[in-house]
């Protein structure tokens, strides 16, 4: 499916295929909630980095979250370059140099009209706060952290 995106001011348009492109997956976790999830989770797509086109690419500014293991003390920074518009704040894409093919936009962010999900997985429930409700719905699955499946996964299954 080809995806347009953009960010809330327009200072950044993007464009990409994706061949995975069911907003199906909410994210709970910390990260996605304070960065890009005000209702309690985010949602990304999974798509093809390669094929990802910029305009306003001086618009970008990129975060990398500090992450604090349980057992050490010792903080790391996250790989995952979590991309956003520095005019307006928009979340825009994640990407990880440990999978370089793959680009995981927003769907926040994209304009292209996407496919209903007929399930939900609900990740990271382990890091969501009480009053976060989670609308799970006959048939959805949910974790208290990653689960196995993967986006492509999901996709293959349904
Ligand atoms: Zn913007």
């Avoid at 809330?8 to 990409?16: D, G, K, P, S």
């Avoid at 429930?125 to 689960?147: C, H, N």
């Amino acid at each position: 499916m080809h995806l347009e995106g953009s960010c809330h001011c327009r200072a950044v348009t993007f464009r990409l295929e994706s061949a995975h492109p069911y907003p199906f997956m909410r994210c709970y976790c910390s990260i996605c909630r304070k960065t890009a999830g005000a209702g309690g989770y985010a949602i990304n797509l999974g798509g093809d980095y390669r094929t990802l086109r910029i305009k306003g690419k001086k618009n970008i500014t990129v975060y990398r979250a500090l992450m604090k293991s349980a057992a050490a003390k010792v903080r790391t920074r996250s790989s995952a370059r979590r991309h956003f518009c520095k005019r307006c704040g928009s979340p825009l894409w994640l990407w990880d140099p440990d999978w370089p093919d793959l680009v995981h936009p927003h769907a926040s962010a994209i304009d292209t009209a996407l496919p209903v999900p007929p399930r939900h997985t609900h990740i990271m429930l382990g890091s969501k706060p009480g009053w976060v409700e989670v609308q799970a719905t006959r048939g959805d699955r949910t974790f208290r952290g990653y689960p196995e499946e993967s986006i492509a996964d999901w996709h293959q299954r349904l």
